[in-house]
C-alpha cells in the first residue's frame, strides 16, 4: 500500500538534462528528478506496512424528505463514525467542482469509511449501529450504491 504525492518546483538542474536521486526514510522514498531549465519534480511514496479497505457509499435521498429529516439523515451517517472498525469516517455531498461528464453528482449523501481491511469491513456490516442505521433510515433513500477498494 502506498501513497504518491507530487511536487514540481524550481530545483538546481540545468537545462541540459535530466537527473535523478532517490533518499529512503521512515517516512518513504523520496524521488526527485531534475526536468532541467530550472524546473525539478519531486515525488514521494509513503509506504505503509497495514492494508486498508475504502468503503465507499452514495446514497440518493427521496426528494420529498424535509429539511429536518436530511439532517437527522446525516447525523444518522454521522454516528457510524462511533463503531469500532471504523478508523476514519468522513460525511459529505456533491462538491461544487467543475462540471464535467465523468463526474456524477446526482447523489445526495456520501460516506466514506477507512476500514483496516475485509474482516473489519465484515464486522462494520454487522455492528448493531450499522444495523440500527439501516434499519431506522432505510426509507429515506430511493438508491444506494457500493464501492469498496483495497
Not at 518546483?9 to 531549465?37: K, N, W
Not at 525539478?40 to 468503503?55: C, P
Not at 446526482?106 to 462494520?124: C, E, F, G, K
Amino acid at each position: 500500500m502506498f501513497a504518491v504525492a507530487g511536487l514540481v518546483e524550481p530545483g538546481p538542474g540545468s537545462a541540459t538534462g535530466r537527473q535523478r536521486s532517490e533518499t529512503s526514510h521512515a517516512g518513504g522514498i523520496l524521488e526527485t528528478t531534475d526536468l532541467g531549465y530550472g524546473f525539478a519534480v519531486r515525488v514521494r511514496l509513503i509506504l505503509h506496512s497495514t492494508t486498508m479497505l475504502v468503503h465507499s457509499v452514495y446514497f440518493w435521498l427521496k426528494p420529498e424528505l424535509t429539511a429536518a429529516q436530511r439532517a437527522d439523515f446525516r447525523c444518522g451517517v454521522e454516528s457510524l463514525a462511533a463503531i469500532k472498525a471504523v478508523e476514519r469516517l468522513y460525511v459529505g455531498t456533491p462538491a461544487a467542482t467543475e462540471r464535467r461528464p465523468a463526474v456524477d453528482r446526482s447523489y445526495s449523501v456520501a460516506l466514506t469509511a477507512i476500514l483496516r481491511d475485509v474482516a473489519a469491513q465484515n464486522a462494520y456490516q454487522v455492528d448493531p449501529i450499522h444495523l440500527a442505521f439501516v434499519n431506522t433510515f432505510k426509507t429515506f433513500w430511493t438508491k444506494v450504491q457500493i464501492y469498496d477498494a483495497e
